[in-house]
């Protein structure tokens, strides 16, 4: 059974700041998708990531279908009336246009899709990430696809001997979608060459050479490049297919445990480790940190599973401490240097007419 996998996220409103969204934003988000979704939906998910939520749809209607995007999009607006009600910070923080326009892509929530030919077991997972951008899936994505290091079936497993293939986008191009294919082991250096640079080159899909099935999509869109100023961190969403011809979930999971440093956490502006975290996690230190969280499910003809938290096991909990203290560590440097984003990432932020006030006053000395 061919089926699309949708999962579309956005902050619509939190409660104490950027923490959590209210249980009434939830309810009123899930009963839209309830109501509205009966003939678009085969089945759906609703769940939350620090101040965002998500929704995990399954259909046949394929990528990029406008029905399924207007569901989506009138969830949160729905959603974001009980924030203005509530009075909750950020109400409608996400939706960055007054009127959907056919996809939410470029609209301001984080949406990824795809579109397979169901296995007779198909198990993937949903990441869903907060206070950081797309970028952070660039170094789970190389090391879980292409590293024998984490991904032992790289060796072992014939069905992916033959690798895969990488789309990858540069997300500072504003005019369309700039993309490059590579494929690896060959082109891994190549690969390597762009993803160093997570704020400018974001891995897009992965497709398994072998069989040329969908592997993992990962949601691109920037906010800054969509309002022009800073509105908030991208928090991206990522779908991937585990098991086969492709990594097993643990391969997949295994990077994650790197803690990786990556921008975000307080004003989207600062270097932080990526924390993962249990379902429903609310977002504290310093705005962040950075966190991502990791459901598993499995799909049959089109239902879903119950979620499994990938995340809430022992073993996590010692990573977490690991990214506390990365994270505090380099916290303790505050805004100088490596601590603080890149000036590509600053210039929609008030640092930059600083710079310019500042320039003004610059002097030429004489000898």
Same mark, same amino acid.
């Given at each position: 059974?061919?089926?699309?996998?949708?999962?579309?996220?956005?902050?619509?409103?939190?409660?104490?700041?950027?923490?959590?969204?209210?249980?009434?934003?939830?309810?009123?988000?899930?009963?839209?998708?309830?109501?509205?979704?009966?003939?678009?939906?085969?089945?759906?998910?609703?769940?939350?990531?620090?101040?965002?939520?998500?929704?995990?749809?399954?259909?046949?209607?394929?990528?990029?279908?406008?029905?399924?995007?207007?569901?989506?999009?009138?969830?949160?607006?729905?959603?974001?009336? !009980?924030?203005?009600?509530?009075?909750?910070?950020? #109400? &409608?923080?996400?939706?960055? +246009? /007054?009127?959907?326009?056919?996809? *939410? =892509?470029?609209?301001?929530?984080?949406?990824?899709?795809?579109?397979?030919?169901?296995?007779?077991?198909?198990?993937?997972?949903?990441?869903?990430?907060?206070?950081?951008?797309?970028?952070?899936?660039?170094?789970?994505?190389?090391?879980?696809?292409?590293?024998?290091?984490?991904?032992?079936?790289?060796?072992?497993?014939?069905?992916?001997?033959?690798?895969?293939?990488?789309?990858?986008?540069?997300?500072?191009?504003?005019?369309?979608?700039?993309?490059?294919?590579?494929?690896?082991?060959?082109?891994?250096?190549?690969?390597?060459?762009?993803?160093?640079?997570?704020?400018?080159?974001?891995?897009?899909?992965?497709?398994?050479?072998?069989?040329?099935?969908?592997?993992?999509? !990962?949601?691109?869109?920037?906010?800054?490049?969509? #309002? &022009?100023?800073?509105?908030? +961190? /991208?928090?991206?969403?990522?779908? *991937? =297919?585990?098991?086969?011809?492709?990594?097993?979930?643990?391969?997949?999971?295994?990077?994650?445990?790197?803690?990786?440093?990556?921008?975000?956490?307080?004003?989207?502006?600062?270097?932080?480790?990526?924390?993962?975290?249990?379902?429903?996690?609310?977002?504290?230190?310093?705005?962040?940190?950075?966190?991502?969280?990791?459901?598993?499910?499995?799909?049959?003809?089109?239902?879903?599973?119950?979620?499994?938290?990938?995340?809430?096991?022992?073993?996590?909990?010692?990573?977490?401490?690991?990214?506390?203290?990365?994270?505090?560590?380099?916290?303790?440097?505050?805004?100088?240097?490596?601590?603080?984003?890149?000036?590509?990432?600053?210039?929609?932020?008030?640092?930059?007419?600083?710079?310019?006030?500042?320039?003004?006053?610059?002097?030429?000395?004489?000898?």
């Amino acid at each position: 059974m061919k089926i699309t996998i949708s999962a579309i996220k956005a902050d619509v409103g939190s409660v104490g700041g950027h923490q959590i969204p209210s249980q009434k934003l939830v309810e009123a988000i899930t009963n839209h998708v309830k109501d509205e979704g009966q003939r678009l939906l085969i089945d759906f998910k609703i769940s939350h990531s620090g101040d965002d939520t998500a929704i995990l749809m399954s259909h046949t209607r394929g990528v990029d279908n406008k029905d399924i995007h207007k569901l989506a999009w009138d969830a949160f607006v729905e959603g974001t009336k !009980v924030a203005k009600e509530q009075g909750l910070y950020g #109400a &409608g923080q996400d939706l960055l +246009k /007054d009127a959907f326009s056919g996809n *939410v =892509r470029g609209m301001g929530p984080g949406s990824c899709e795809m579109e397979f030919e169901e296995r007779p077991n198909e198990p993937f997972i949903f990441f869903a990430a907060d206070k950081t951008d797309p970028g952070a899936f660039n170094y789970p994505m190389y090391r879980g696809f292409a590293d024998p290091f984490h991904n032992a079936g790289l060796l072992l497993a014939p069905d992916m001997a033959g690798g895969f293939e990488y789309t990858v986008m540069d997300v500072n191009y504003t005019e369309g979608d700039r993309v490059i294919t590579l494929k690896v082991p060959e082109e891994l250096y190549e690969l390597a060459v762009l993803l160093r640079d997570p704020e400018h080159y974001v891995v897009e899909s992965v497709r398994s050479r072998a069989t040329g099935d969908i592997g993992a999509v !990962v949601s691109t869109s920037r906010l800054h490049n969509i #309002a &022009g100023k800073y509105t908030g +961190k /991208d928090d991206p969403v990522a779908l *991937v =297919r585990t098991q086969k011809q492709f990594p097993s979930s643990g391969e997949i999971l295994s990077p994650y445990a790197t803690a990786h440093y990556v921008v975000g956490d307080n004003r989207g502006s600062h270097i932080v480790a990526l924390m993962p975290c249990k379902q429903g996690s609310i977002i504290s230190f310093f705005d962040g940190p950075a966190i991502v969280t990791a459901a598993g499910l499995c799909v049959h003809n089109g239902k879903f599973t119950e979620i499994v938290d990938l995340f809430d096991q022992p073993f996590w909990d010692v990573i977490r401490n690991k990214a506390t203290e990365k994270t505090l560590a380099i916290r303790d440097q505050g805004f100088f240097g490596a601590a603080m984003a890149p000036m590509e990432e600053l210039e929609y932020t008030g640092v930059v007419q600083r710079i310019k006030e500042l320039d003004k006053k610059f002097t030429i000395r004489k000898e």
